[in-house]
């Protein structure tokens, strides 16, 4: 018996396997505050043409960042490591699920150039969830935080993890290797989490940073979510509570959109003044720094929230001894 394999007329794998059975989602019409130009400017191009040359992934792509022309521009970007296949399969996601390959080697070293390069100030590294490593990925993590300390001394380093579900002392790998951020998405309130982000965990996630803040109380700590899934606007404000019960120091929200019709459909789309006034909340209930806005997203203009966030501590601290 022979077996042919045809690798010319075979059907390209799809993006996402375990979304194909299901009924295609109604897709609303985009407000006019949502919408952004195309990126088609000078730096983004010369961005693009660094990410590439170093084959490198950003989760501006893969992600389908609508802010993508904007931060390319200014030379900003996320970069997205550990290959570009998810283990899970997030409803609202647009990464690729499926089975990852072996983690690059050369990775942490490539992504340290790139970040020289660039010239970066701050950077955010990210990854997919890699559920098939021992470690959850954390040495990886390490490793390219090391890589860049060495390479770029004076940029500041923020990270936005995994949850590292069951990879017992995963975490503590990421903290001793120092960034100045650790973030970590709840993504969503807790009763949305079986239907959008079923892999996970909501009071583990709360409990990880938490943890942040026990290993080392001088890391910043952040975390984002989305609205426009059909959350309730308390249970926003209960979320917010939680991640002040967790000590953490910022807060991004930002509108859900959604990347295909087999994604979770928009329920609606939270409105400017909505988004104002989940700031102004969050800030009475004590977080240092706050991004609120149908744009809003983790990595967006995160090298002056940082600098705004450090200001912020020191100017809470003065208060306190003054």
Known sequence: ???????????????????????????????????????VSKGYLETREIVRSNKLVTVCEEAGCPNIGECWDKKHATFMIMGEICTRACAFCNVATGIPGPLDPNEPENVARAVRQMGLNHVVITSVDRDDLDDGGARHFAEVIYAIREAAPDT????????????????????????????????TVPSKYLTVRPG??????????????????SMFTKSGIMVGLGEERNEVLQLMDDLRSADVDFLTIGQYL??????HPVKRFVTPEEFKAYET???????LMVSSSPLTRSSHHAGEDFAKLRAAREARLSARTA
Request: no cysteine.
């Open 1 to 39: 018996m022979v077996t042919v394999l045809d690798t010319v007329s075979a059907k390209p794998r799809p993006r996402h396997p375990e979304k194909a059975h299901r009924p295609d989602q109604e897709v609303l019409r985009k407000p006019s505050w949502i919408r952004v130009k195309a990126p």
């Open 156 to 187: 500041t380093i923020e990270v936005l993890t995994p949850d590292f579900l069951r990879k017992e002392g995963a975490l503590e790998i990421v903290v001793e290797a120092r960034p100045d951020v650790f973030n970590h998405n709840l993504e």
């Open 200 to 217: 996970a965990r909501y009071f583990h996630s709360i409990r990880l940073l938490q943890r942040v803040k026990e290993l080392d109380p």
């Open 258 to 263: 959604q990347p295909t019709r087999k994604h």
């Open 281 to 287: 909340i969050a800030y009475t209930k004590g977080f």
